[in-house]
């Protein structure tokens, strides 16, 4: 009896299986294609056309199905589809690869670019350039940013690169490390999550992210989103991935889950250290779940904690300072949501408030949906014990908001549990003597000196409270005299119970308050704070009490009422003047009842039409039932939306944290004005990616168009590589330089 040899353990080999039937084994040397163990097909390098032959007869046969095949050979299934028609339509021609580039032979030669780059680095200009080398000046640009080789050009040869010796080279844009098991895992619920892996590569395009992870990990996003909510149901993309890929995303101007819809999987997916990125249908799902645990409150009061008392010597001055506002957020939908009036549009809107507090920097750290029809001043009373736990101590926190918060009541509510106010006074109000103005000054953040005229006295608020005792609330007033519209000067007024506070710092803490809505302003353009993450809604509360519309028409018409009184009575009161008076040489003048009636007569008239406004007014009650009033009003999902403004607020801080680090870390000249956009410029860089070093992750990012940002951010890559920054669920620590292009290795694409 023959003896059949076991088959080889394809797997134990490297193979990848497709199916029960067939299995596919690839190296450098090419490719093989087992079919029940027997070897069916061939190819070596480069012979592509054999490779499609073998992933299309493997369907056509029935050895495996589609699926299988695509996942195997690393496409996706249309492309197997179209191998598999041409194979049918033009046989093994229609397989062959077709060489794509230019029709005629290129002018831009090795030599020509050599010559190009001696007359260029001659001092000659582009186009003196161009014509001395008879090219085009595109042509010149395109051989300027070639690398120039060391037989070429021996003298552009880094001397210190070559005593440091041969660098290590890299794949340019490997496949990425396949993940298929752990997909099938997670497709069981067996997987937790799938954890970074992270392979060397070249010319990766989404290289300059990882300059953020540094500074994400100060917002605290990741550390607070674990405490609150542990991890994510089983599946592929665990939490820290999720928020990751959101917060990087928003950084590179894409902050919505449709955004991921302009990002290549495979390339975002290199940074997060995953085959491919999350798409747009998995980010739902998984900030879905998250909604489900309904503790998004819970993770901004994390974060607003987290940021209060994580952020250095600065952090007193911080918490010591807060400004609180309320933002519209205007609805475009066609859902029946209640009308909120927007100072921004100038006009009420369907639309949700929001009441959110920003620190002494107007960073974001904290927000919270406000009540439909709530005041700020409302808002702020209920605030108040969330800020407490913020701040995490007893230290009095000056508190500043605009007029929209103005009650005496709420001042002395907050100044009795260790708030101080720092607010504009509201209404009319007398003016106050020019001889108590003096010049103050202030020295801000930035070491400038600045100078303001300030009265500084105390003035005193009736209580609503207290209205028949008459107690009042003493209060600290600084007036300034500033240019009023259409010409001349007015007096505006700060209130603060802040009684110890320099009037200086009071007038810049009170105008800092604007910075909270440049925060506003910049979030709603590059992180789309105003988006709807979520159009889901609920029913509103049908037995809340809303405001009557019809009691302030009522009161509109009372008003118009009373001036038409008062109209009426003036010129009644001139005409019986009149009556009463003789002409000029006559004797006594007799005013008759009919003469007086009928001077009266409109008075009269006035009168009985401002008693009748009046009665309708009173008659009509100031709240109503709001299902009475407008039956069947929604409001919308606020759990979604918080948890995405969680990330923005993470993204927005990481964002001002790399500026500031520009602005402090490095000898930019133009850092006080460009901070952000060489911020934005170095997020969107090209790099390289290195894990040849055990125990750390290497980020080469590529050279800017300038040598002056090109050396700013090397000076910021040293700093970030001095903060041994772990990438987030691995032991890598990060390290950051910018690509030297004399020293610069040649890459290898991969097998």
Known sequence: MTTQTAFPVLPGLGAVLMGERAALLENSTGGKVFINGQLAYVWGPGQDGLRRLAASQLVDTGAAQVNEVAAAFGINTESLRRWRKSLQG??????????????????????????????????????????????????????????????????????????????????????????????????????????????????????????????????????????????????????ETILIDAVLR???????????????????????????????????????????????????????????????????????????????????????????????????????????????????????????????????????????????????????????????????????????????????????????????????????????????????????????TGEVLNIRQLSRIVAATGGGTRQIHILTTDLTMGAGEVVYRMGSRWRQENQFRYARLRFELDSHDSYASTDDNEDRMVPEPAKKKAYQKVVAARNAHAEAAAIA???????????????????????????????????NALATAEKVHKSNP???????????????????????????????????????EIRTNTGYKRADQEAHALMRQALNQTGDIDTTDPGYLTITLNPLPTKAKTAAIKELCAHLTSTETRYPGTQLILRYKINNHSQQPTAITSP
Not at 583 to 596: I, K, L
């Open 573 to 607: 009161d001139a005409n019986l003047l009149a009556l009463k008076t003789p002409a000029e040489g006559a004797g006594e003048v007799t005013v008759t009842s009919a003469m007086h009636n009928q001077v009266m007569a409109p008075v009269w008239e006035a009168e």
């Open 622 to 660: 100031a709240k109503v039932r709001l299902g009475d009033l407008n039956p069947g009003q929604q409001v919308l999902d606020t759990e979604t939306k918080l948890i995405h403004h969680g990330i923005r607020m993470a993204a927005y801080n990481t964002a001002v944290t790399i500026a500031r």
């Open 250 to 468: 928003a950084l590179a101007g894409e902050a919505r889950a449709e955004g991921a819809t302009r990002f290549d999987p495979v390339e975002l997916g290199r940074v997060l250290g995953l085959d491919r990125a999350p798409e747009v249908k998995t980010i739902r799902r998984r900030i879905s779940q998250l909604v489900q645990d309904g503790k998004a409150q819970e993770l901004i009061a994390a974060l607003a904690k987290h940021h209060l008392t994580a952020t250095g010597p600065e952090g007193e001055d911080l918490a010591a300072v807060l400004y609180v506002d309320g933002h519209v957020r205007a609805y475009q939908g066609t859902k029946k949501i209640g009308k909120i009036y927007s100072t921004r549009l100038k006009f009420p809107v369907p639309a949700t408030e929001e009441t959110w507090v920003t620190d002494a920097h107007g960073s974001p750290i904290f927000v919270v949906m406000a009540e439909p029809g709530a005041s700020l001043a409302t808002e702020l009373r209920d605030l108040l014990p969330e800020l407490r736990t913020a701040v995490g101590d007893d230290r009095r926190v000056l508190v500043g908001f605009d007029r929209g918060g103005w009650s005496p009541d709420l001042f002395k509510h907050m100044a009795e549990r260790g708030f101080d106010v720092l607010t504009w006074r509201k209404g009319a109000s007398k003016n106050v003597e020019e001889k108590l103005f003096a010049e103050v000054t202030h020295i801000d953040e930035h070491g400038q000196t600045r100078k303001w005229s300030v009265a500084d006295t105390v003035v005193d608020l009736p209580l609503a409270a207290t209205k028949k």
């Open 90 to 239: 033009a046989g093994l021609v229609g397989l062959a690869p077709v060489k794509k580039g230019p029709k005629r032979p290129s002018l831009l030669t090795g030599e020509k670019a050599a010559e190009i780059q001696r007359v260029r680095a001659g001092g000659a200009s582009l186009r003196a350039t161009a014509e001395a080398t008879g090219v085009s000046t595109d042509t010149v640009r395109r051989a300027m940013a070639m690398t120039v080789s060391t037989e070429a050009a021996p003298a552009a040869t880094d001397l210190e690169g070559m005593a440091a010796g041969p660098q290590p080279q890299l794949p340019i844009l490997p496949e990425p490390v396949p993940r298929t098991a752990e997909r099938a895992a997670a497709r069981s619920g067996l997987l937790e999550c799938a954890e970074p892996v992270f392979a060397p590569a070249a010319r990766i395009r989404h290289a300059g992210l990882f300059l953020a992870l540094p500074a994400l990990e100060t917002t605290g996003l990741l550390a607070c989103a674990k405490e609150v909510y542990g991890s994510l149901p089983d599946g592929f993309y665990g939490l």
